[in-house]
């Protein structure tokens, strides 16, 4: 879908039905692509991604079962529904389109309103089963931080306070400050991870519009380096806000909070002690660009490509073996999404990373309202 609009692409070698098929599409609002045959069919899905197509089947060179074959052979291609429109209406012709992965059959002459009604039932099915896949994809990766992330320290919580129960460890030993240390540390990594999951499935699965206004990112920042005061003291990181007061941008607040207490987070996390975590910005036009840029590990290629090119799930642990799941750059993705800003990053092993916020700033926003 592009703008909202669904993409129809329209495969006939006849040009008085391409053009009476498109003036009934445009005339709802459907976006429409024209393909005189089937080689030019598969030419155009090298370029314009359709949500459905509209298939012939006697068509010179290809007929429309061979194309349709060829586009669900395809992973990239797989799941558009194709509706055969076509004057075969014999069980054999019908029973072969489906075969050939079609979705629906719809026998030439046809009616305007079953023809858009067909077009819509299938659009509706691939976008709900395209959900489901995402809502399983999404289940699947809590599971997953919850099996590796969530149980692993609640394990050594339990063990400790066991032992603490049992007299296994003696409250007046020096060691035992270190446990309540110890469980404390553990309580508040596991808390963050749960506030973390349980923001990251707000925004999923649903239609979010935030409130976005025009506000000094100033007070957003420095309320983020204080929430992480004490993960930086206990690494002896230095945090360094470069920015002013009244550094304005287009943003809503909570999200854009959650975004950068994750970066910031992530920078004191991967920054050995007696590190630097410099956050500082440059204008570009009516775009603000907000740097984190730490000097500690970096990441090699192969995990900067799996996180922020495949956008995997990836574990690490910090420098100071700090927990890390991953959610945190899943949710700052979804963040920034809805923010309509962007991220960007560069990594270096043993030199450190620079993660860039874009956003946009009042400029354009005045021009938007205007």
Known sequence: ?????????????????????????????????????????????????????????????????????????????????????????????????????????????????????????????????????EFNRIRDRLYSIIAHDIRSPFAGIKMTINAIATGAINPSDNDFMEMVKYLDKTVNETSALIDNLLNYTKYQGQKVNLSLKVQDLFPILLQSIDFLKENANTKGIKVNLKIPEYTYAVFEENSMMAVFRNLIGNAIKFTPEGGIVDIFYESKHSLLEVHMKDNGTGMPHE????????????????????????????????????????????????????????????????????
């Open 303 to 370: 995990v900067f490509d799996r996180v922020f090119v495949r956008n995997e799930h990836y574990f690490s642990s910090g420098t100071n073996a700090e927990k890390g799941s991953g959610l945190g750059l899943f949710i700052v993705r979804d963040l920034l999404k809805l923010n309509n800003c962007r991220m960007t990053a560069t990594s270096k092993p043993e030199e450190g990373t620079d993660i860039v916020i874009t956003l946009n700033t009042v400029e354009p926003v005045q021009k938007y309202l205007s």
């Open 1 to 133: 879908m592009k703008d909202g609009k669904t993409n129809v692409l329209v495969v006939d070698d006849n040009n008085k039905n391409l053009q009476v098929t498109a003036g009934i599409l445009r005339d709802e609002g459907y976006l429409v692509s024209l393909a005189t045959g089937g080689k030019a069919a598969l030419s155009i899905l090298e370029t314009v991604l359709p949500d459905i197509i509209l298939l012939d089947v006697m068509m010179p060179e290809m007929d429309g079962f061979e194309v349709c074959r060829i586009i669900k052979s395809s992973s990239h291609f797989s799941n558009i529904p194709v509706i055969f429109l076509t004057a075969k209406d014999q069980p054999g012709d019908i029973t072969e389109g489906f075969s050939a992965g079609g979705v629906d059959y719809v026998t030439k002459p046809f009616l305007r309103e079953e023809l858009l009604s067909r077009i819509k039932t299938h659009v509706d099915l691939a976008n709900s089963l395209r959900t489901i896949v």
